[in-house]
């Protein structure tokens, strides 16, 4: 299942050609920021780091549990959890899925499932929890998935960063 959620996440957020990136060295406070006024309040323990392909990664000590996406200026495209549940539907084809949360505000959809690898004797395979989410702040879209590995207590705080992700005016 690895690097499932990824593709998922490259696809929604358009990425062309995306591969999975290790995250680079040197972290980021808790509330670490994607750009300058952007926040995203972290759970006590995680830490943050800017991935080489520009993504933010947070997670508890030596591993990400949460990719963030920024989309500037593409509030407006902010998909619902239906269009997610569609796009995860259509890249997951060779797992089973379990849908365990839609949610759609006027700034945030998420969409929580549990995915498990289809096997070829018709079994299934280790379940996973995962989440996918887009929050809309101001013009801005950002686009929040869950990483492989992540425990379903890790997905949970990941889907709140996600949905409490803020932008704070310019200092005066």
Request: hydrophobic share 35%; proline share 8%; net charge negative.
């Amino acid at each position: 299942m690895r690097g499932g959620a990824f593709v998922t996440l490259a696809l929604l957020a358009g990425c062309r050609g995306c591969q999975e990136e290790t995250p680079s060295s040197g972290g980021l406070t808790e509330d670490a920021g994607l750009r300058s006024g952007v926040k995203v309040p972290l759970p006590p323990g995680w830490s943050a780091q800017v991935a080489t392909d520009g993504s933010f990664q947070a997670g508890p000590p030596g591993r990400p549990a949460l990719r963030v996406d920024l989309k500037p200026g593409q509030g407006e495209q902010m998909p619902s959890s239906e269009k997610l549940a569609d796009t995860v539907r259509e890249q997951m084809k060779s797992f089973t899925l379990s849908l365990d949360q839609e949610e759609d505000t006027q700034s945030f959809s998420l969409l929580r499932v549990t995915l498990a690898p289809s096997l070829a004797d018709g079994g299934v395979g280790a379940e996973a929890p995962v989440f996918f989410g887009a929050r809309r702040v101001g013009d801005d879209l950002f686009l929040c998935a869950s990483l492989p590995g992540a425990s379903a207590e890790e997905v949970r705080l990941a889907t709140e960063a996600c949905r409490t992700i803020q932008v704070q005016a310019a200092p005066r």
